[in-house]
């Protein structure tokens, strides 16, 4: 197969080339329309993290909580939190299933 993919000439650019790599390109399709779905838990999950890093730093600033709007920041943070903590860990455990099942 790589004889069709490492073309020195114009000489050796046949139908019969155009033919396969016209089949790797369908083949390469079919294979990331299957794992589509696990690039999307995996984008989910990496904005979670994301999230969690951002809390993070939210967390360790003393004087956030000390000015006008206060309640609506820390309302904020809980929410983060919440968040992080509830969907982070199923989002962990559906990938790893996922990916076991994508591989075997």
Known sequence: FD???????????T????AKHEEYVA???SKLEKMQPILDLIAKR??????????EMLQ????????RGAAKQL???EKMDRRVKKELPK??????RMLWQWHE
């Open 3 to 13: 004889n069709y993919f490492h073309i020195r000439d114009d000489g050796q650019l």
């Open 15 to 18: 139908s019969e080339v155009l």
């Open 27 to 29: 083949t390469l399709k």
């Open 46 to 55: 990496e904005a979670i993290i994301e999230e969690r890093i951002d809390l």
């Open 60 to 67: 360790k600033d003393p004087d956030r909580l000390k000015g």
């Open 75 to 77: 309302a904020k943070e």
């Open 91 to 96: 989002l962990t455990s559906t990938l790893e």
